[in-house]
């Protein structure tokens, strides 16, 4: 886990020309709600998890639940630059006869480790398996990441309730508040503010950061459990479609595919950034 910031920040920008080539390849749209956690992914599988693509059933891994599942071109993305399956794979998103599904199947690669795409149950399977590492005594911690949309549903505070009254201090939730979803601005749709006070009152210890910061990142979620004896909620305030221009905080990327005029600015882009 030594490896600098500056390398990060490489590997995001790689990362991000990844999603583009194969959501391009495939024709697939949910590429804006890919881009706002790509930043997030990066931090998470290059400084925080303990996972090791070698051994990735080992009984005390931490465990990472893509519940926001449409954003699942992220997550193959980074799995596939950190050796859990090859790029030949990375290259079957989407294709007839391939195991990279739109949205996340449950193990039907090495790394993961959920099957998302109705939302709003995610935090419930991710308190399941915190609660059972704190019955079984084990170390591993249970990260998941939901949507800001996702917040909507009354899943998300039944679980919440219940990670608190357990005391699951090795659950932690990141949302990805990109303050976008399907059919409007969230604020226009529900609004969930005051969001993190919201998550103080369930009994989490919460905090915020910038979610495109990745060395903030990397600090506050090295101080994980925010407070002992409480699960955690980190709201990450993120851009839909970012590092691409035309693309951030436009509603139509949310589901839009690439023309390949399209694809070709946002390559170029890239590479403006310095993507190798």
């Given at each position: 886990m030594g490896l600098k910031m500056n390398n990060l920040?490489?590997?995001a920008r790689n990362l991000r020309r990844d999603i583009l080539d194969i959501s391009y390849k495939a024709q697939v749209g949910h590429i804006g709600s890919a881009l706002s956690i790509i930043d997030?992914?990066?931090?998470?599988?290059?400084?925080?998890l303990n996972i090791d693509p070698a051994d990735s059933k080992n009984v005390d891994r931490d465990r990472f639940l893509l519940s926001k599942g449409h954003a699942a071109s992220a997550?193959?993305?980074?799995?596939?630059?950190?050796?859990?399956?090859t790029?030949?794979?990375?290259?079957?998103?989407?294709?007839?006869?391939?195991?990279?599904a739109v949205h996340p199947e449950n193990m039907s690669l090495p790394g993961i480790e959920y099957a998302s795409g109705s939302l709003g149950h995610g935090l419930a399977v991710a308190g399941g398996l915190a609660l059972a590492g704190k019955k079984k005594h084990k170390q591993y911690r249970v990260f998941v990441l939901l949507s800001d949309a996702e917040c909507n549903e009354g899943s998300i505070w039944e679980s919440a309730l219940f990670a608190a009254q357990q005391k699951l201090d090795n659950l932690v939730v990141i949302v990805d508040y990109n303050k976008m979803?399907?059919?409007?601005?969230?604020?226009?749709?529900?609004?969930?503010?005051?969001?993190?006070?919201?998550?103080?009152?369930?009994?989490?210890?919460?905090?915020?950061?910038?979610?495109?910061?990745?060395?903030?990142m990397?600090?506050?979620?090295?101080?994980?459990?925010?407070?002992?004896?409480r699960p955690n909620a980190i709201i990450a305030h993120t851009t839909l479609g970012k590092g691409i221009s035309f693309m951030?905080?436009?509603?139509?990327?949310?589901?839009?595919?690439?023309t390949e005029e399209h694809f070709k600015n946002a390559i170029r882009e890239l590479e403006l950034q310095g993507i190798k």
């Amino acid at each position: 886990m030594g490896l600098k910031m500056n390398n990060l920040k490489q590997i995001a920008r790689n990362l991000r020309r990844d999603i583009l080539d194969i959501s391009y390849k495939a024709q697939v749209g949910h590429i804006g709600s890919a881009l706002s956690i790509i930043d997030i992914l990066s931090v998470l599988y290059y400084k925080i998890l303990n996972i090791d693509p070698a051994d990735s059933k080992n009984v005390d891994r931490d465990r990472f639940l893509l519940s926001k599942g449409h954003a699942a071109s992220a997550l193959y993305a980074v799995l596939c630059r950190k050796h859990f399956f090859t790029e030949t794979e990375l290259f079957t998103f989407c294709q007839n006869g391939g195991r990279l599904a739109v949205h996340p199947e449950n193990m039907s690669l090495p790394g993961i480790e959920y099957a998302s795409g109705s939302l709003g149950h995610g935090l419930a399977v991710a308190g399941g398996l915190a609660l059972a590492g704190k019955k079984k005594h084990k170390q591993y911690r249970v990260f998941v990441l939901l949507s800001d949309a996702e917040c909507n549903e009354g899943s998300i505070w039944e679980s919440a309730l219940f990670a608190a009254q357990q005391k699951l201090d090795n659950l932690v939730v990141i949302v990805d508040y990109n303050k976008m979803q399907a059919m409007g601005r969230t604020e226009d749709i529900i609004q969930l503010e005051p969001f993190i006070d919201k998550w103080k009152a369930f009994g989490w210890g919460t905090l915020e950061i910038d979610g495109h910061n990745l060395s903030e990142m990397e600090k506050k979620l090295s101080q994980i459990p925010i407070q002992k004896n409480r699960p955690n909620a980190i709201i990450a305030h993120t851009t839909l479609g970012k590092g691409i221009s035309f693309m951030e905080d436009k509603l139509n990327w949310h589901y839009l595919t690439m023309t390949e005029e399209h694809f070709k600015n946002a390559i170029r882009e890239l590479e403006l950034q310095g993507i190798k």
